[in-house]
């Protein structure tokens, strides 16, 4: 089974927003057996939709389609549908009842005649219910493939993707199992890797396919495969990844599937009941962020402290003045301080800090952009490293975020 | 003129990285006067790709390709170029000194076989230079439609872009000037502003397109239109915002080409000469790590502390244990004596502070999931406001990231 996924609005055409749909959709396909033959982004515009359809159709079994389905006049997807399978809109009671109950529950303003047409939808059309707004979502067949619309916006989206499309696809076909494996490795460049496990890609069976995804110091390996048999499959890739991870031993830190870096880190915290507190300087709040954006980060996270001026990290943390005029705020010795400073603080098991000059131009510190120093302090003591980051403020910011994470991963995974 | 971008790469299709080179790709081109038809993301896969080339240059004169360009077994752009254009590759030296140059001064590894590869290149391609990268773009022409190759990896993209592909394009081109204004919009829904500036959008010149950008507590109104001469573009555009902006005056908060609210409110404080602390609760860091992101933070940003757990508010920011104890650690009181600690903490004109629970689970608190106050602190006084934030964690912490700004933003804007 193929599928074809438009997002549709001239936002993402003139790069307004980034299409994160697209991602989500392909993700939760994949996860029940659903290949993503592609993704296509297209304009608010009839006869470009239209073409779209026919496009999609020609090479895939089931077309999702996002976007346009609000209340205002740039929305056009409903009117469309209709030409394409030469339908009419009809009142729906069961959808203004929903528009209606989201309105007294949650809005709690006067219903307007725009969020009635709501409930206008093409008489062909199985209706979606979205559980988070007013716009339904549409199943339509033709020629036995299956074109869904859903609203763009994502958590309805999302809402309707997880209660209405997937069960529905999981029961009309019969779904092969898709699998992916992906190793995080730490430190090492995409062709140097290459190098190293080319007699294993050379050995891999044609139906498991290898792809290597560098960024921002490190590289993600990914494994993919498919078949009838759950079973089976789970067996053929477990071969494979027990030839390749010994072979990345040194530069493996773990499995993507399993969560992000930060998410594994809190699942060790946890089991271990370990506590956290955090330090930041030049990534001023991004490392933080990485955890608390996680539930259950409130098991271990205890705190941090963003001590982005070289006052606060004298007045607030408690760095000694002299330290930093003897060896600069950006240095291994004022790191190391401000790790075992915050974990006093906090009164932590852990703490993890930053200090360094993301750029562009020099701040507190005379050190080049993209000199970082990364401190972390244990129960067992405490330490800093030294990194160069580059020139440029977001990747300085991003690599130092994943370096920091991988440092204390290890950290924490020798106890 | 008119784009269509190819985006290659099952990690797109199968939902494991979001393609946000698109997003770039589009508002560069549209900055310089070309429009986007359309983006499409497909496999890794030489007839999908042929046919990919083939849709594009029916509808569009620019086509723009990135990735498969890397040095491993699963890059096939280059040989599909090929391909599609009757050619060989061939050998470029200044390609290879360029690849020996980077790996000298970076690496520091010596050149493996796979990276000499890079420097094989289509005999009918302009070669563009790839600063930050080994894979050098391509620029080929067939039926006066242009074709170009980048890699996949976004700031290696970003580079060739600004310094090869928007300048050869401009060079080549007679562009039109393209415009959108957005306007930001806090605190109506989408259909309630549509009423309101119904007779507006109704008299909108044809040239003149609006559409609605409602997400997470806010809507964007964009107008977009399009010209010959710059001058004559802007007073049209000048013209409507002069109609539009008195109509939703009391919701208007600026307009999102001066950039996001974190950076109005950074320009604002850095031209008061009035400083900012931030202490944080639900968000986790995601306020600072906004402020943070942006060059030019350190010149108001003091500091901020993220008290996650209720004994960091007692003992790190000071809040009054009886406090948290007769009002609960969720409350208007202790938001606001967050705000007060925390300007005194780190000795700033602003503060502002969020306590809340983000979910899924109740924490230290016994209010409900999505219950939020955000705390303000200025020279004048200080201030708590109540928020109901939903349920969903992500949407709860940017919402309340979204509301803190906009508070913010409001309070600064009346001094």
Known sequence: MKAHIITIG???????????????????????????????SVQDDKDHILESLAFAKANSDIIIVTGGLGPTKDDITKSTFCEYFDDELVFNQEVLDHVEYLFEKYVKKPLL??????????????????????????????DGKVFISMPGVPHEMK????????????????????LHKTLLTYGM??????????????????????????????????LST??????????????????????VADVFVGYEENGPLELLIGKALTTKRKTLSIAESCTGGSVVQRFASNAGASGYLVGSTVTYATR????????????????????????????????????TDYAITTTGNAGPTKGDSDVAVGTVYIGIATPEGSNA?????????????????????????????KN
């Open 10 to 40: 001239d936002e993402i055409l003139i790069g307004q927003i980034v299409d994160t749909n697209s991602a989500y959709i392909s993700k939760a396909l994949n996860a029940i057996g659903v290949s993503v033959y592609q993704i296509s």
């Open 113 to 142: 005649e725009s969020n009635k047409t709501q409930a206008l939808v093409p008489s062909k059309a199985t209706i979606l219910k979205n559980k988070y707004g007013t716009a339904p979502g549409m199943w339509m067949e033709q």
């Open 159 to 178: 809402g309707l993707m997880e209660y209405e499309v997937l069960p529905r696809l999981k029961e009309q076909f019969h779904l092969p199992y898709i």
């Open 189 to 222: 460049g995409e062709s140097a890797i290459a190098q190293r496990i080319e007699a294993f890609e050379n050995e891999l069976p044609s139906e498991i396919k290898l792809a290597y995804l560098p960024s921002l110091g490190r590289v993600r390996l990914r």
């Open 226 to 247: 498919s078949g009838a048999i759950k079973e089976d499959v789970d067996a053929a890739m477990e071969v494979q990844l027990q030839k390749l991870v010994p072979l």
């Open 312 to 347: 606060s990290k004298i007045e607030v943390l408690g760095v000694d003045k002299a330290l930093i005029d003897a060896h600069s705020v950006v240095s291994a010795e004022v790191a190391e301080a401000m790790a075992v400073q915050v974990q006093k603080m906090y009164n």
């Open 385 to 413: 490293y030294h990194f160069m980051m580059g020139n440029h403020r977001k990747r300085v910011i991003e690599k130092t975020v994943n370096k920091a994470l991988e440092l204390l991963h290890e950290e924490i995974s």
